[in-house]
């Protein structure tokens, strides 16, 4: 039977920057994943580029049932800490835009980064392992797989979510937590497109690529991003925000034009061009594709532009500024980004992330209930969580 200090199960961000902080410390570090490589996600995370934190993460860009939880680390290992280790590895990285920080090169600079750091701080990495049991007793967990048994004085668990299955996402994390007495709040996918209703497919699934800068709106939640009309349904990056605020039967609010008073606008344009008509005056703000299929939907009549009054007008404007869509629901954890819900915080410590009833048991980034927004923030709570309970496990 091997003996370690720390077993680490998965070796995405969460587990190898715990794993490379135990081993730093001197513990005998192994880190077990049931894939052929190490950190999947973060090789085509951010197209391929790595979206690997935000400049302004903070604990508002984070949801969860105790949105306090995720402060201790959040501040103990920051988006700067990240980007320190990032410089000392000269890895090439740009803002895209809000913050947002991308390897100009590829995602796997960062892969390669965790991998020198664990090799340093002597982590051992096991790939394609099947556990298949975890237990307790002695003061000591014992790891199965169909190979080998194995003893270790502290788990952790940083199996990630249930997003993207065929990467080999498992629910294991989340049944271990359970077998342990923990409570596992409800998952759903999050970051994720939304699909039509069938009769709105019908009508906007012609207009699919077309894209525009919109406020999204749920539940009192707003994203100011773009918005993308696909053959399935909405998406976009403030689609994929909104996502995470919807539930299933809620309507999303869409201001198609933010940045214009549509009621100033067309005034403007009705004195200017009074013969023009609506759908040329829209055209000039809104993709003409767009417009065309509103038309169709009766949001506005096509008549010269004189021919509005200030009702009518306002009528247009508040139907674009507050455009409704009732979602049939998401893609689901096909190609949601990321896992809502997961191990219940009020079960962990916030400063070292363990068990308060289970000592040596550990649980890191996203198998934990804290999501984050679109934009790096969840690799940053993964690099955050990872690093605190390495200093402990
Ligand atoms: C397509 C896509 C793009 C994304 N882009 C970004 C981005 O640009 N920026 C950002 O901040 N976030 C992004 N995310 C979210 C981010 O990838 C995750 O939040 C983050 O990877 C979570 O880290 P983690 O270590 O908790 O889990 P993961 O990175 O998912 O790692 C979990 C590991 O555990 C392994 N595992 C699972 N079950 C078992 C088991 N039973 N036994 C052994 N090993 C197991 C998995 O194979 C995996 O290697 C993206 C997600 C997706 C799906």
Redesign the pocket.
């Given at each position: 039977m091997q003996q370690w200090d720390v077993i680490v199960?998965?070796?995405?961000?969460?587990?190898l920057m715990c794993a490379i902080e135990a081993g730093k410390r001197g513990r005998s570090v192994l880190v077990?994943?049931?894939?052929k490589r190490?950190?999947?996600?973060?090789l085509?995370?951010?197209g391929g580029r790595?979206?690997?934190t935000n400049m302004y993460a903070a604990p508002e860009n984070f949801l969860s049932q105790n949105k306090h939880f995720c402060k201790s680390a959040l501040s103990r290992y920051t988006q700067w800490d990240f980007i320190a280790l990032v410089q000392k590895h000269a890895i090439a990285y740009h803002e895209k835009t809000l913050g947002q920080l991308f390897c100009d090169d590829s995602a796997k600079d960062i892969v390669d980064m965790l991998l020198s750091e664990a090799k340093a701080a002597n982590v051992q990495i096991a790939l394609q392992?099947n556990?298949s049991d975890v237990s307790f007793a002695d003061g000591q967990y014992t790891v199965i797989t169909p190979e080998l048994s194995r003893r270790c004085h502290s788990v952790v668990v940083?199996?990630?979510?249930l997003?993207?299955p065929n990467?080999?996402?498992?629910a294991?994390?989340f049944q271990l937590a359970e077998q342990f007495g923990l409570k596992v709040l409800p998952l759903r996918a999050a970051l994720v497109p939304l699909t039509w209703q069938p009769s709105d497919k019908a009508v906007f699934e012609e207009i699919s690529g077309v894209s525009l800068p919109v406020t999204a709106e749920a539940n009192g939640t707003m994203f100011p991003e773009d918005m993308l009309f696909t053959h399935r349904g909405l998406s976009g990056p403030a689609i994929l925000q909104i996502s995470s605020y919807w539930q299933p039967g809620d309507e999303v609010l869409v201001n198609m034009a933010p940045q214009t008073d549509l009621v100033e606008f067309l005034t403007a344009q009705q004195q200017a061009h009074p013969e023009q008509e609506v759908k040329t005056a829209l055209g000039k703000l809104l993709p003409k594709r767009l417009v065309e299929k509103l038309l169709e939907l009766n949001v506005f009549a096509n008549q010269p532009l004189k021919a509005l009054n200030p009702k009518s007008i306002k009528q247009i404007a508040d139907s674009l500024h507050g455009y409704i869509f009732k979602p049939n629901g998401t893609e689901g954890y096909r190609t949601?980004?990321?896992t809502i819900g997961g191990v219940d915080t009020d079960y962990l410590s916030s400063k070292t992330m363990e068990a308060k009833q289970q000592p040596g048991l550990y649980f890191?980034?996203?198998?934990v209930d804290v999501t984050?927004w679109l934009g790096?923030?969840?690799?940053?709570w993964?690099w955050a969580s990872g690093w605190v309970a390495g200093q402990y496990c």
């Open positions: 199960i998965g070796a995405g961000a969460a587990g077990l994943d049931n894939g190490v950190g999947r996600k973060i085509m995370s951010g790595c979206n690997f392992q556990i940083a199996s990630g979510g997003s993207l990467l080999g996402a498992t294991f994390g949601a980004e990321v890191i980034g996203e198998v984050g790096g923030y969840n690799f940053q993964a």
